[in-house]
């Protein structure tokens, strides 16, 4: 069993094979294929590199902090080493959810810090062909390419493939520098 397994919990408490969701994996072998680890926020599917992927954690204690942004939930405590999680449902200012047992927090290492992405459920990993992937541009206009890589096709499904060494500090950095200017 591989290490992506492992992280999405592919095994059974007794070590059998747990049932995979369907998946019409369409590839177009021509170009570039890209890995995502995908999840699920308000029943929509979002995509990270599986390459920022850390690993996948059940849902921890998590420590809030006082006067933080909104956005951020709280700290966890990850063999020592002390990651702030971020709360995607705030963070694309969707309603709350509630934590089930298939909550999860994907930590993952962008621009040399180590994030954790509390979200809904961690769905799969996924093969995409870059010729699968259109650009945020060509799709709907205000949509920034900071934060949007793309939108992927894969069947009939699409996920939003996500930027993520702009999306986690650029509004919190943006509304520090707002409050310094006032």
């Known amino acids: ?36 680890v995908s999840f699920m926020l308000c029943e929509m599917e979002y995509g990270v590199d599986i390459l920022a992927v ?17 956005f951020i939930k709280g700290v966890i405590n990850l063999r020592g080493n002390i ?12 309603p709350p959810g509630e934590v089930t ?3 999860r927090i994907i930590v993952i290492e962008t621009s040399d810090r180590q994030v954790g992405l509390l979200v809904d459920n961690v769905y799969q990993v996924v093969r995409i062909s870059e010729n699968n992937v259109d650009p945020p541009k060509e799709m709907i206009d205000g949509i920034s390419e900071e934060f949007i890589k793309g939108i992927g096709r894969l069947g009939d499904r699409l996920i939003i493939i996500l930027n993520l060494e702009n999306i986690l500090f650029e509004k919190h950095e943006i509304k520090a520098g707002e409050a310094k200017a006032q």
Do not use: C
Request: hydrophobic share 35%; no cysteine.
């Open 1 to 36: 069993m591989g290490l992506i397994d492992e992280m999405l919990g592919k095994q059974d408490g007794e070590g059998k094979e747990k049932e995979k969701p369907a998946v019409t994996e369409e590839i177009l072998l021509e170009g570039n294929v890209i890995q995502l």
């Open 54 to 70: 850390h690993e996948i954690l059940r849902y921890p204690e998590i420590t809030r902090l006082p006067n933080s942004p909104q």
């Open 83 to 94: 990651i702030p999680v971020v709360d995607m449902r705030k963070w694309f200012g969707f």
């Open 101 to 103: 047992e298939l909550t």
